[in-house]
């Protein structure tokens, strides 16, 4: 398995929701867990693809802690989403587009990257960025 493979099927599960973000938490490449964006129909502020993956994983294992996990993301984690990979200890976060390209197609953002929250915390987290952008960015397109 590679990346593309893990992003395509955040692709696919990014189109089920209310904005277009999808998420895909691996294990030893095994997909363990994946969600999509329901801010408008849980309304809920909180309820980004991210942390609805993370939520639905961890209550799953009955344990908070992701440790030797990953998560593909088809947009760089907002500061909120973020800051859960960090509190979980997840091992790496792979994404798409990235919060300043969003920006640049003018969907509403926080300024700030995912590495400027990793590198703030004590946790070693790598980013791997840019996996199918063209892909992830054409999803605001649909």
């Known amino acids: 398995m590679n990346h593309e493979y893990f992003m395509h099927l955040a692709l696919t599960e990014a189109k089920?929701?209310?904005a277009p973000y999808g998420a895909v938490i691996v294990k030893d490449n095994d997909v363990v867990a994946l969600a999509h964006n329901t801010v408008?129909?849980?309304?809920d502020p909180s309820a980004h693809a991210e942390i609805n993956v993370i939520r639905s994983l961890t209550a799953k294992l009955?344990?908070?802690?992701?440790?030797?996990?990953s998560i593909y993301t088809t947009g760089e984690p907002?500061?909120?989403?973020?800051?859960?990979?960090?509190?979980?200890?997840?091992?790496?976060?792979?994404?798409?587009t990235s919060i300043k390209d969003l920006i640049s197609i003018k969907q509403s953002q926080i300024d700030l990257s995912c590495e400027e929250i990793i590198?703030?915390?004590?946790?070693?987290i790598k980013v791997t960025k840019g996996v199918l952008k063209?892909?992830?960015?054409?999803l605001f397109n649909e």
């Open 78 to 96: 907002c500061p909120m989403c973020a800051t859960a990979c960090v509190w979980t200890g997840i091992s790496e976060i792979i994404y798409g």
């Open 134 to 138: 063209k892909e992830c960015l054409e």
């Open 119 to 124: 590198a703030k915390s004590s946790r070693n």
């Open 62 to 69: 009955k344990n908070p802690s992701l440790e030797g996990y």
């Open 40 to 43: 408008r129909r849980d309304s």
């Open 16 to 18: 089920k929701g209310d």
